[in-house]
């Protein structure tokens, strides 16, 4: 329960009429000794104006360790990728993974590769990392084929799955303006600097208009 300065008063209330509810035959099945209380801190100033702040500072579970680790608080956790670095494919280069991210970090670009066979995915999203995974895994379901992780599974195998891993994290500021433009341009990077338009990368379109929209927007 929310800590607040009538909770004492609650627990005393409860404590002293215990009695009355173990009486009650039914009740007496389902409760058994004195509960015991726990409390959590209630909302103030501070956590209502830095609300993202402790979000993305989740690091009692999972530390700073480099790569993308689980946050072993969803259903998603299955399907981290939590390497610190991956070998390409093709020409074999190993990259480096030089930030920390979990399930629940905003504004990455991500590397889905398939469990099967050497083929990959470049993306990005500024909502969390889970709700990206739960919304390809959902297209993959439905067979939704304006993904590309769902026509792979279409075009090969219904076993085929993914790993997720976040290549990078983007930090909104000031300085970095429009968020939503960088992280296309950071995409477009990757899969160009990853051959990921071509296979065994899945993805299918690859446009320079996200960098020249930013060079446009410094000049400006």
Request: with cysteine; aromatic share 10%.
């Amino acid at each position: 329960m929310t800590y607040n300065n009538l909770s004492k008063y609650v627990k005393q209330i409860i404590h002293r009429n215990w009695c009355i509810l173990m009486a009650e035959p039914q009740l007496s099945k389902i409760l058994d000794v004195i509960p015991k209380f726990a409390y959590r801190n209630m909302q103030n100033l501070k956590r209502r104006l830095c609300y993202k702040d402790f979000e993305m500072n989740y690091t009692s579970i999972t530390g700073n360790k480099l790569g993308t680790v689980p946050c072993y608080n969803c259903s998603c956790c299955v399907d981290i990728c939590n390497k610190k670095s991956f070998v390409h494919p093709i020409n074999g280069i190993e990259y480096t993974i030089d930030c920390h991210a979990t399930c629940r970090t905003t504004n990455v670009i991500y590397l889905a590769t398939c469990t099967e066979y050497p083929s990959f995915y470049v993306g990005k999203c500024s909502r969390s990392l889970k709700e990206r995974i739960i919304e390809h895994k959902s297209e993959m379901r439905c067979h939704i084929l304006t993904n590309a992780l769902a026509q792979h599974r279409k075009d090969n195998n219904e076993k085929h799955n993914f790993k997720f891993k976040v290549l990078k994290v983007l930090v909104k500021s000031i300085r970095l303006g429009d968020i939503t433009n960088k992280l296309d341009v950071v995409e477009f990077k990757w899969i160009v600097r990853l051959n990921a338009d071509k296979m065994p990368g899945l993805n299918t379109t690859v446009t320079i208009k996200p960098l020249l929209e930013f060079r446009q927007k410094q000049y400006h």
